[in-house]
């Protein structure tokens, strides 16, 4: 075989190794540009996935928040009504017992003959009950009677707070309302804030903590996936020069059929 055979076969041989590098760069770039496609649409899908989870959430929590809030409105409502439904039962029992003992007393053969014997044993007994059922109520007028007195004494306590600033402002006592109504008002408002706060404060928590793994992994990834392709590419190049290089070192004549040897 001639030198310009041999040295056409070589140019033939590099030509094919550099078209093979070429392609298996660009090969290597389309592998990299799906590999960042396809990490692009993984971190959309997680942070869409995170959002609804997000979402979702906080809907919970506002229907929760709402059921407390009927319950607590039930409660109430069905503690009034039981309270209501107690004192109609215990005025029903007294005005009973009164109109039975006043009945009883009417009725008697012995009070109509003669109304100032009162001997016999059921008009003791009708005096007796008489006496229990006037206890009862005047108990229970004195109960009234202390919870009007102090309200009462507050009502003046608050009139006289207003007096003072009466000479200042006719409408002294409807700007105490107003205010004593906002501050109210400001306490609801500020404890709804506070928790919405604290709960703003954990998500964003948890989302920082999620974005740093994310980072870090990111990071890392940055670090070492430069480090590997270079390593890739060596053991590549190495290959390339160790496939020449026995191609080179074969024996002149070794790719010539043997039918043409002679």
């Not at 006719?170 to 408002?189: F, Q």
Request: with cysteine; hydrophobic share 30%; net charge positive.
């Amino acid at each position: 075989m001639s030198s310009s055979a041999w040295r056409s076969s070589e140019t033939r041989n590099t030509d094919k190794e550099k078209k093979r590098a070429k392609d298996e760069q660009e090969r290597y770039s389309e592998m990299k540009e799906m590999d960042a496609e396809e990490k692009e649409a993984t971190e959309t899908r997680r942070r869409n996935i995170r959002k609804e989870y997000l979402l979702q959430w906080k809907v919970d929590a506002s229907k929760r928040a709402v059921a407390v809030r009927d319950y607590e409105k039930r409660t109430q409502l069905r503690e009034k009504k039981l309270k209501e439904k107690e004192d109609n039962r215990l005025r029903k029992f007294r005005e009973t017992q009164f109109l039975n003992t006043m009945r009883e007393g009417s009725m008697s053969p012995k009070s109509a003959q003669d109304g100032d014997d009162n001997s016999s044993p059921k008009a003791m007994d009708a005096t007796a009950s008489m006496r229990g059922t006037k206890s009862v109520e005047a108990e229970e007028r004195a109960r009234r009677h202390a919870d009007r007195e102090k309200k009462r004494q507050q009502e003046e306590a608050k009139q006289a707070k207003v007096a003072k600033l009466g000479s200042a402002n006719p409408n002294a006592s409807e700007i105490l309302r107003i205010r004593d109504w906002k501050l109210a008002d400001d306490k609801k408002k500020q404890a709804f804030e506070n928790a919405r706060l604290q709960r703003e404060l954990a998500d964003e928590e948890a989302t920082k903590k999620a974005t740093e793994r994310v980072a870090k992994r990111e990071e890392k990834f940055e670090t070492t996936e430069p480090l590997r392709r270079e390593a890739s590419l060596e053991r590549e190049h190495k290959r390339n020069e160790a496939c020449v290089s026995r191609i080179r070192n074969l024996p002149i004549g070794t790719g010539i059929p043997i039918a043409l040897v002679y």
